[in-house]
Structure formats: structure tokens, C-alpha cells
């Protein structure tokens, strides 16, 4: 919960007033060896998403940044060159993040690493909704097995919760694995998927408040 004090402002989770929401976000593509079929996998699982896109990667393949879009599915910005915050000046960061934008033209931010400087956090409000998470799956770590991944989501998820996956080639083996799984558990437990954008009241978004 501390973390989150760091990065005022941002949502880490959009609970629904009625029932139970779901969140389903895939970060770092899009990318030829991954992304199409996990287009294909929510189209057959009957659910939408967001994908936070690097914009390197939008430029290179656009044709498949539009068919996220055109499958109905909502797409945010993860910077240019999917860069680390910490590392990097205000103005090389803001600079990197508006460059994204000129592609990727979304109105809702993810950092690379979950990582921000709080006067980052409040130059990028200016122009941004930031959205973090309330359950990020690992799926991109090697050392970790699909069922410990799954573990994840099984132990933490809740109302609202926001779910981080990755359609990279470094998650790619966990993340076939485990995310059809988590689509069709998260069914049975009552949840409906919500697209970022989606909440019908977006007030009651948990947030942390930016200090004036």
C-alpha cells in the first residue's frame, strides 16, 4: 500500500458499484510472435482489454496496432522506447512520453516498471490518466512456473482489480499459459471484463490525491 503514496493520482483499481469488474491489461507489444494470437484468444474467450503499447514497437508494426483497435479494444501509452523514469530528466521523459502520443493518441498512461518521480507524476497528469495495477501476474518472470503465476491472480484479485500481463516475447510461455486460465476462472467467480475507460463511474476509482 506505501508504493502506491508514491505515484498520487493514479488508479490502481476500479471497483464497480454493482457486481464485480475486471480489468484485463497487456503491456509492452504489440508484437508479431504474440500479439495476434492474443487477439485471437480474447476474441474466442469473448472478452476485451487494453493494451499499454511502446510506441517503437506501434511505429514498426501499425498495422497491428489498428487491429487492436479495430477489435474493439482500448489501447494507452507506455512510452516511446520503453524507458525507465528514474534514469531520466522530467523534460527527456515528458519529451519521450508526448512523442508516444503523436502514435498512439490514448489518454491513459502506464510507466514502464511502475516506476515515477513524483514531479513526474505531476507534469504527466497534466495531460494523462495514469493507470497502474492492483495485480501484476509476473508472467515475464522465467524462474516462475504458469501455476505460481496463476497463484497470483487467484490470491489478490478482487473488485476492480486491474491485471497485468505481456504480450512480449519474454512472457510469452507463462502468459499463453495462464491467461485463457485466469479469463475463464475470473468468469466462473462472477467478474465481467471492463476495457480501462469503461467504469460508469469513474469517481469511484480508487486514487491517491495529488498533493496542490
Not at 498520487?8 to 464497480?16: D, N, Q, S, Y
Not at 515528458?94 to 515515477?116: C, N, Q
Not at 485463457?180 to 463511474?201: C, M
Amino acid at each position: 500500500m506505501w508504493y502506491r503514496a508514491l505515484i498520487p493520482g493514479a488508479r490502481w483499481r476500479i471497483p464497480a458499484r454493482q457486481g464485480k469488474s475486471i480489468y484485463l491489461t497487456f503491456d509492452d507489444g504489440p508484437i508479431p510472435e504474440v500479439t495476434p494470437w492474443v487477439l485471437d484468444k480474447l476474441d474466442e474467450l469473448g472478452v476485451k482489454a487494453t493494451f499499454f503499447c511502446v510506441a517503437d514497437n506501434v511505429r514498426r508494426y501499425p498495422d497491428l496496432f489498428q487491429e487492436i483497435i479495430d477489435r474493439g479494444h482500448q489501447v494507452g501509452n507506455h512510452t516511446y522506447h520503453h524507458i525507465q523514469a528514474l534514469f531520466m530528466s522530467n523534460k527527456k521523459y515528458l519529451e519521450d512520453v508526448m512523442e508516444a502520443d503523436k502514435l498512439i493518441g490514448s489518454r491513459y498512461f502506464r510507466p514502464p516498471h511502475g516506476h515515477l518521480r513524483l514531479s513526474q507524476v505531476r507534469n504527466l497528469s497534466n495531460y494523462f490518466d495514469i493507470v497502474m495495477w492492483d495485480v501484476v501476474t509476473r508472467d515475464y518472470n522465467a524462474k516462475l512456473t504458469p501455476v505460481e503465476v496463476f497463484s497470483y491472480i487467484e490470491k489478490y484479485v478482487r473488485n476492480g482489480s486491474i491485471i497485468v500481463f505481456h504480450d512480449s516475447l519474454k512472457a510469452e510461455k507463462n502468459m499463453r499459459h495462464v491467461m485463457p486460465k485466469a479469463v475463464e476462472w475470473l468468469k466462473s467467480e462472477g467478474y465481467r471484463f471492463l476495457r480501462i475507460g469503461d467504469d460508469v463511474d469513474p469517481l469511484s476509482s480508487f486514487r491517491w490525491p495529488i498533493s496542490k
